[in-house]
């Protein structure tokens, strides 16, 4: 990849988010646990919906501990109204292995993505995230909207659907991160911002997009654009 563009991608990124980006109470911690919570919760479930339960859950839970200490049912009954209940019994399960098990002596979650993805229900994309968003490594990471954004600037030939395009879109995601922690926190929120707010599924809303000068789906024109890709 060019240097140049994916220099002028991350800064144009980072300038429009610290901008444009909500200010959503999980941006405002550097706390695994809380971080953990808010990924669990996001995957699946709606910001909107998700802010108000994060605050109750977290009222009810303050620490890992606190999960590890409970029975299963009060942390799905706490999970209630998020939907996909298989996210709370994994928190528990974790919440034992990291306090209980002698694995991890400190009763804390690992910084790093791989040990992170020894835990259960922890993928890639939550290893990453906890990681960069807790302690702010240079982990990348790919969700629905990074991976869009990323096939639309670098690799608009990419198919996500398949084992190849993931493995692609994982390795632009690696190749593109910035060269501190803590710019990465930064990259890693304002790239899966862009794809909630601009780059979104239904609606490419390129005109008001930071990064369309280094866009190649930009470049090529509507007929190259995603379908409803808006100029
Ligand atoms: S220019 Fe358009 S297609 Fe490219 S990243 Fe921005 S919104 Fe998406």
Redesign the pocket.
Known sequence: MDPTVVRTFGTQLRKWFRKNGRDLPWRKTRDPYRILVSELMLQQTQVSRVVPKYAEFLETFPTLHHIARAKPMRVTEAWSGLGYYARARNLHALAKVVTDSGRNVYGVLPPDAEDLRELPGIGAYTAGAVSSFAYERRAELVDTNVG??IK??FAPHADLKTGKGQKQVWAIAKAILPRTGKATWVHNQAIME?GAL??TARV???H?????KV????ARGSSF??PG?T?
């Open positions: 869009r954004v639309r600037v862009l601009v780059c490419a809303h390129c008001v997009c930071p990064v369309r866009c190649t789906t930009y654009a995603a890709t100029r």
